[in-house]
């Protein structure tokens, strides 16, 4: 039996990259030959408290509970063959932990991340915090690996530059039991937008071209995330997100979509909104960059854009045409369960162990 101990940022079962990346693979496997223990830096109050603004007191005592926490998870790592470390294991600081764990503790890290989290990425909840995060422990983290784990091409060949044994492992859904397509009656067409509040500021480009589509083609805008939007529009429906009722909002949406800017931070990002779209038989329109054009097959799954005018004649397209809205979605679902599912990427997440 192999025991592995999970450094990770987040409470279980609340944030998306550690829900889909590590627990995913851990809750839906059966395999007796590898135990896991998860341990989250941060409690579920701090997590909820951390990204509202203000409460800075308290956001510090919380992370200081989790230094302590940390401390004591080093000990309790001592009977562990592999260490998984989900992004870092710890959000301040110099990679103290991951120097003990792999130069004191001899320990096999296995390293896992989805973000370009070398480069500064300052937002309004974070940016009291922010040069405090030491981005560049990244280096030191990739080096004293064991292996790596990447979400794309991108990412993977960035820690190619400090370590060889790098794997691509894309964020993936369970096609089998809960990203189930239920298409829901409606005589009005919904466009939807799913993520954090951190990032809903990559939909502000395209609100021209929606308020312009709304003119001609009049549809609801569903944006499902944990926070409302900066912006505001007449044919806006703010959903909160909420894990219990994710897949049944999801199923909503008649056409996904994923606007991103153009900049080093948004070539780190894995594309996941797209891939949950499509599970749901979701077509997809999104920005035409990497790794976007690897998720959604152009003319087939989905459109990608580079222009207000692509967006704009790629929405309508979807919205005037119910066949092909159905046809994309087919081809998506079938493209997901055969490249981004549990099924397809198991064995490769628990060779990670070997």
């Not at 223990?37 to 909820?48: D, M, N, R, V």
């Not at 320990?107 to 896992?112: E, P, S």
């Not at 990739?142 to 794309?152: D, E, T």
Request: proline content about 6%; overall charge positive.
């Amino acid at each position: 039996m192999k025991k592995v101990s999970v450094l990770c940022p987040y409470p279980i079962g609340l944030a998306p990259s550690q829900r889909f990346r590590i627990e995913a693979f851990i809750q839906n496997s059966n395999r007796e030959d590898v135990e896991f223990s998860i341990k989250p830096f941060l409690s579920g109050t701090a997590y909820q408290k951390l990204y509202l603004p203000g409460h800075t007191i308290g956001k510090f005592f919380y992370v200081l509970i989790g230094f302590v926490k940390r401390i004591r998870d080093l000990m309790e790592c001592r009977s562990s063959d592999f260490i998984l470390i989900h992004r870092e294991a710890s959000p301040l600081g110099p990679p103290v932990f991951e120097w003990v764990l792999a130069k004191v503790l001899k320990k096999k890290i296995i390293f896992d991340f989805d973000d370009a989290i070398w480069l500064k990425n300052t937002s309004d909840q974070n940016k009291i915090t922010a040069s405090l995060k030491w981005s560049q422990k990244f280096n030191s983290i990739c080096k004293w690996s064991y292996k790596i784990a990447a979400g794309n091409a991108y990412l993977a060949q960035k820690a190619k530059e400090f370590n060889n044994h790098v794997i691509l492992l894309p964020t993936v859904v369970n096609t089998d039991k809960s990203y189930i397509p239920q298409k829901q009656n409606s005589n009005q067409i919904t466009i939807g937008w799913t993520g954090s509040h951190s990032t809903s500021s990559y939909v502000n480009p395209i609100l021209p071209v929606l308020k312009k589509l709304h003119d001609k083609h009049p549809f609801r805008f569903l944006i499902i995330s944990n926070q409302p939007p900066d912006f505001s529009l007449p044919f806006l429906d703010y959903r909160k997100w909420n894990k219990e009722n994710e897949i049944r909002d999801l199923n909503e949406i008649d056409i996904g979509i994923m606007p991103l800017s153009v900049d080093e931070w948004t070539k780190g990002k894995c594309g996941f909104k797209l891939i949950q779209y499509q599970a749901l038989e979701i077509p997809a329109v999104a920005t035409n960059l990497p790794p976007n054009d690897n998720i959604v097959l152009q003319n087939s799954s989905g459109f990608l854009c580079n222009s207000d005018e692509e967006w704009l004649q790629a929405l309508e397209k979807l919205i005037n045409n119910k066949d092909l809205r159905d046809n994309f979605g087919k081809t998506g679902r079938e493209r997901i369960i055969k490249n981004y599912s549990i099924g397809a990427y198991s064995d490769i997440f628990f060779k990670l162990f070997s």
